[in-house]
């Protein structure tokens, strides 16, 4: 993954059509643009954003083999390279408008590098940026200037203060020869109201983090309303009797009031008579003694806010209530919650929650390895998926698919209820997490790799059934040379977050419910990693021999998603012997030959959906021609 300016030629494009000219034109797959605030202060990472437009000086995030491909998009020059057909000869052109544009970035860089540097020199003596407020008013409203020893420096007249900037204070490096009159209302006015412009952070934190009843009793005798516990000016924009919280405070995650951890635990029957169907089974194997691991890490991003509540996937814990209920503090707002005391070794627990019906079983392990031998640090874990595998179950169930007319996906097949569970335990999909690399060779019986390859090259690695922590390294190595990556990243994984729900996450406050304003609602229009069939569908005919260059200019124009990679069958044969594992292609050349059975990672857009109407699907039926 990496970063690179676009150049001149993209600015005025919509991000659907700079895409699609970096994935037909530079080879290059743009994921995500670096949009900035108006003010230019602020900038947020947009992955596949909807409508946004490509200004200057916009930086671009590209997968792609290396940095030397991902320049291209900085060389493009429409009037030299339109006509171009081979993408390695688009190189550094001598075009006038590109040189002039690469000079104004140098002396734009230039100029903000000195400002950092040189905020506040005088007589070669370099001196603090920020005024501390002990010092004397004399020394806050001196004037200094930037010598002219700073080469390609021109000082304006008159500079105006962003408030934001340096953590909210001013600098005085930014005043130039004369003093700006915006400066002198900044500092009057907070003279007068006696506040550092520094709270203003800290009042958002209110704001997002609820205070308790028992603080505005009184508040609640003398208004009358029902007050909820939140800042008070924001208590006299709602009618609390009739809204209902349904997100966290940022309106990045599904949210609900806390439940107690005994609500949520099933035994056998119990789960057994749920029928649990494309939901996501965790098996956890801990002590109750054993370091916590973070659930909410991983339950979070199933409870993103770009899912429609009844596309949230019900998750089940399988293991020692004990240990869960030091984790529930942070569950507890989560939810579709439950957790089964039982054992994941156990057959009866696993035929319990259906794991043969499960979209995904999760397997993980809290315990600490012994130090004796490295290799038995997984072994929990290895004989939990050997032992799914294993299993056999009676597909008794069947298919239930409901056929509503005229109401069908954009993208998928008619509204399935239930789906048809695996026969063979080697079919349930399935995650396993590793400590010790090389115990990768146990996980597969029919694996024929060699013990000593590297994880990376690994069956159970490419088909996505084994996750090691060593990953993580190679995630840290990027993050050394490109600090955007990593939030484009998590951005990718968690779902989405926010300055303001970091900050509440770091204060150990946990996910806090709050009403549903403009501002939060708007954070729930975000992209999703989602996979589309090309079985059936609207974009079936690609699959039929069709190229993978015609199906991303396809699901980009007229979908707005932005395909990503395939997930191929092992063994594309239609033999009985032939294998059910899937591997990931990341990004395959445009000449790429697609098969019906692939399906494709994409990032869709979100989707708000229809606005309730009583006996809308009556309405529907009857307008249908007979």
């Known amino acids: 993954m990496y970063t690179e300016t676009l150049s001149p030629s993209f600015v005025g494009m919509t991000f659907p059509q700079a895409s699609e000219l970096c994935f037909t034109k530079l080879k290059l797959l743009l994921l995500a643009i670096e949009i900035k605030s108006d003010d230019g202060n602020d900038s947020k990472i947009a992955i596949n954003p909807r409508g946004a437009k490509i ?34 000869l688009i190189k550094k052109c001598k075009c006038k408008n590109l040189a002039v544009f690469r000079k104004g970035v140098r002396a734009i860089q230039t100029l903000g590098r000195a400002s950092d540097d040189y905020s506040i020199i005088e007589n070669d003596h370099i001196t603090p940026q920020f005024t501390p407020p002990e010092l004397p008013k004399r020394a806050q409203n001196r004037v200094t200037t930037i010598p002219n020893s700073v080469p390609n420096i021109k000082t304006p007249h008159r500079v105006t203060l962003s408030v934001k900037a340096n953590g909210g204070r001013p600098s005085d490096g930014n005043i130039a020869q004369s003093p700006s009159p915006e400066y002198g209302t900044y500092r009057a006015n907070n003279r007068e109201d006696g506040t550092h412009p520094g709270y203003h952070l800290a009042y958002e934190v209110k704001k997002l983090m ?29 009618d609390f009797e009739k809204t209902e919280m349904k997100y966290d405070s940022t309106g990045m995650f599904h949210w609900c009031p ?24 965790v098996c956890l194997f801990a002590d109750p003694d054993s370091p916590l691991i973070g659930l909410r890490n991983l339950v979070m991003p199933l409870r993103a806010s770009n899912f429609h ?14 240990y869960i209920r030091r984790e529930w503090k942070m569950l ?109 060779q146990f996980l597969d019986q029919d694996d024929d790799d060699d013990p000593d390859t590297e994880l990376y090259l690994t069956q159970p690695f490419a088909c996505g059934t084994a996750f090691a922590v060593s990953v993580l390294d190679s995630l840290m190595s990027t993050t050394y040379f490109n600090q955007n990556a990593l939030t484009l990243i998590r951005s990718l994984i968690t779902g989405g ?42 974009l079936a005919q690609y699959g039929e021999g ?51 059975t692939d399906q494709v990672f994409v990032l869709i857009q979100f989707d708000p959906g229809l606005e309730y109407l009583p006996n809308r699907g009556e309405s529907m039926v009857r307008e249908e021609p007979p």
């Open 497 to 538: 977050a926010t300055p303001e729900l970091e900050l509440i996450l770091a204060e150990g406050a946990g996910l806090r419910g709050g009403y549903s304003t403009l501002e939060t609602i708007s954070n729930r229009d975000r992209c999703r990693v989602g996979q589309i069939s090309l079985y059936d569908g609207p």
């Open 332 to 440: 507890q707002n989560l939810p579709k919650i439950s957790v089964l005391n039982g054992s994941p070794l156990s057959r009866a627990d696993l035929r319990a929650v259906n794991v043969n019906l499960c979209d995904m079983c999760v397997i993980l392990s809290a315990k600490v390895p012994s130090n004796d031998d490295p290799t038995l640090a997984d072994k929990e874990a290895i004989l939990a998926s050997l032992n799914i595998k294993a299993m056999t179950f009676d597909d008794t169930i069947g298919v239930l698919s409901q056929h509503i007319p005229s109401i069908h996906s954009p993208l998928a097949s008619p509204i399935v209820l239930q789906r048809r569970g695996s026969v063979y335990g080697s079919n349930v999909p399935m995650i396993t997490e590793l400590v010790n690399d090389s115990n990768v």
């Open 210 to 238: 609820p205070t308790s009843r028992g603080s505005i009793v009184n508040s609640t005798h003398n208004s009358g309303g029902l007050q909820a516990g939140i800042a008070d000016d924001q208590a006299r924009d709602f």
């Open 258 to 281: 806390s439940k107690g951890l005994e609500e949520c635990i099933l035994d056998r029957n119990q789960a057994a008579m749920t029928v649990l169907n494309g939901h996501v089974v």
């Open 55 to 88: 200004s200057a000086n916009t930086q671009g995030f590209f997968i792609a083999q290396s940095a030397d491909e991902v320049k291209r998009a900085w060389f493009y020059c429409k009037a030299c390279h339109e006509d171009v057909k081979d993408e390695t």
């Open 546 to 596: 069709g190229k993978y260059g015609d199906l991303f200019v396809a699901a980009l124009r007229h979908y707005g998603m932005l395909c990503i990679g395939l997930y191929r069958f092992r063994d594309t044969s239609s033999s009985v012997e032939a294998s059910s594992k899937r591997y990931v292609v990341t990004n395959p050349p445009d000449d790429f030959t697609l098969l019906p």
């Open 309 to 322: 509540y009844h596309e949230l996937k019900h998750v089940v814990i399988v293991g020692s209530v004990d």
